[in-house]
């Protein structure tokens, strides 16, 4: 069991949870990720690790609610136990000096891609975040991406937020731009980084995405995270979950993230049930 | 001389209709009047071919005799000096090529039903452990070994180095241990209790249990030299799924029968939405594989509700290496066979799902490397088969990561790691390995008794003999 240090809602629907889990925490690098089961009778999830720490035997991860397992995680708080929490697993994030690196996150990606942007510009890199969200009220972790980077550029789908566009818009301005772009790094939803890729492939520029099937054991066992990156089958658990964006067939993934809809509906439906039941009349 | 009893008797089973809609365990299991019956069959030849036969050496004759007695406490204890898993093996081993081959019996087509007696013994203990008696365990070696992965090699193993009074921790990636035999090994063939209860048995002799642990993740083999471990067990196994190669395999629908197999055992999609991992079988399901795993992933298919389960297999019945007996079970079931049959590529419907699959009708040529004969495609022999769920049971390789995280192993071309045949010492000082991450993917018993050997050989290191 490991105990759930803190809770933080960082938006209405995306939370963090700082986990007790020393032996992970000793051992975690930026674009890894463990693997979440919430009681006895849960799924195994993938969540990416978004910060951890040694000293304090800790490991932050941040989720969105979507299906039956976030929404049952986000039911819990501090001093909550999880059943169990396995990592890190995964390739760390490739870091070097590149040069100057654009890192553009959406979603929870914003608290995946911070310790990878913080880790480039450790090595030297000149890192230019861009972070997008739908709407004001989904934005977070603006102060700790722009610490982490040289720049940072806020963007909101309606404009109730800085600059109204997608992230790809600010990518494509970099990229005509004079400054040099020796890499991209496209954390968040599936079509934020096939869109990013998309946009980077004309420049020749390197993109690294960081891909989230649907994943089972997460060390490689079961093939369900396979996806295809250069037309060769690759398991995102155990080759990824970091890949070239240019070579990976986005349209298989999104197929393969969309296997379970149905079922997922049905667990939804199940875990709301539950919870009405557990409610007194 | 009393005159031989030819008559085996045979293991009640539920009735193929009935199991094969439900995951209760298909064997029922001897009654105290079958088990005396069959074990008075036994003549306690003095050869004990048998017990030569087993790869873990049980005393057959000796917990035969204390069971025909009625001396169940000392059958078990018979049954146990050798072998810490006897429910496990008494349902999952293959003795018909094993103990049960070499029974002087065997002569008359008729050898005592060793594997249905064990069972007999191993559930009776259960049923009464009050009257289980605690081994003899040497006075503590001071010496600590570190076992990695929790499958039968490493339980084995583990139960052995602790008797010989060394510290054992096993660390297992999953959230359960038992390795193959929970995740792999369907419930209607081995109840998860079974495998919970025998690993109760192993814990209860001073091994520690770590769970959630991945060995060359959150700790390496160096690491675990490093920080006061003196020896170094490698049981992972081979749970690295292979797959056919072929356009569209990666259509929604299509399985490894790890994936299959691992939600449904393990993650117990079986009885989803009560447990939260879905598993998506539709009517008309092809295996791919002729091995017991495609037996397990087929029987498993018509018990989630498939209305047609076909095992496609490349080459003929003969060559099947899957257990007779659980070709049987599948065939009663109402499982379908295509033998000589070899897929080539799979198409998808508009949600990218699986929809159909193209196949080569096969002969068979010359043996190959296995020694069974090779397929070859039969020139415009190209069929459609209609299918909604596919899983791919071709075997499995064992996983790359304690090779590629451990200075000094050494693997071969199949990406098993080279050991002693005998001993399970790898090249590298002070780690041993055994179980399929050496053989490939082979028999629970093979892999027990390769822990048994390996932990024989650390004890000898450890005590510098």
Redesign the interface.
Known sequence: MYKILLRQDLVPNIHLFKIEAP??AR?AQAGQFIIV?VDE????IPLTIADWNAKEGSVSVVFMEVG??TR?LASLGAGDMI???????GLPTHVEDFGTVAMVAGGVGVAVITPIARAMKQKGNRVISIMGARSKNLIFWEEELRSASDQLIVVTDDGSYMRKALVTEPLKELLLGPEKISRVVAIGPTMMMKFSALTSQPFGVKTIVSLNPIM??G??????C???VGGQ?KFAC?DGPDFDGHQVDW??LL??Q???LD??K??V???QKELAAARPA | MPKLNLNREPMPRQEPKVRARNFDEVALGYSAEQAMAESSRCIQCPKRPCTGGCPVSVDIPEFIKALRENDMPGAVKALKRKNALPGICGRVCPQESQCEAVCTLQKQHAPVAIGRLERFVADWERSNPESSESPAIEPPSGKNVAVVGSGPSSLTASADLAKMGHKVTIFEALHVPGGVLVYGIPQFRLPKEIVQNEVNYVTSLGVDLKLDSVIGRIETVDELLGNGYNAVFLGTGAGLPMFLGCPGENLGGIYSANEFLTRTNLMKAYLFPKYVTPIKVGKKVAVIGGGNVAMDSARCALRLGAEEVSIIYRRSKTEMPARHEEVENAEEEGILFKFLTNPISFTGNEKGSVKAMECNEMELGEPDASGRRRPVPKKGSEFTMDVDTVVVALGTTPNPLIASTTEGLKTTSHGTLVADEVTGKTVKDRVWAGGDIVTGAATVISAMGAGKRAAASIDAFIRGK
């Open positions: 032996a992970v051992k089961r009778k849960g799924e195994r039956a397992t049952q059943a169990d929490f396995v990592g890190p697993l089972v054991d060390t490689g066992m079961c093939g369900c396979r996806v295809s089958t155990v349209d298989l197929n393969r969309r296997v379970y079922e997922e049905l667990s439906e199940a875990w």
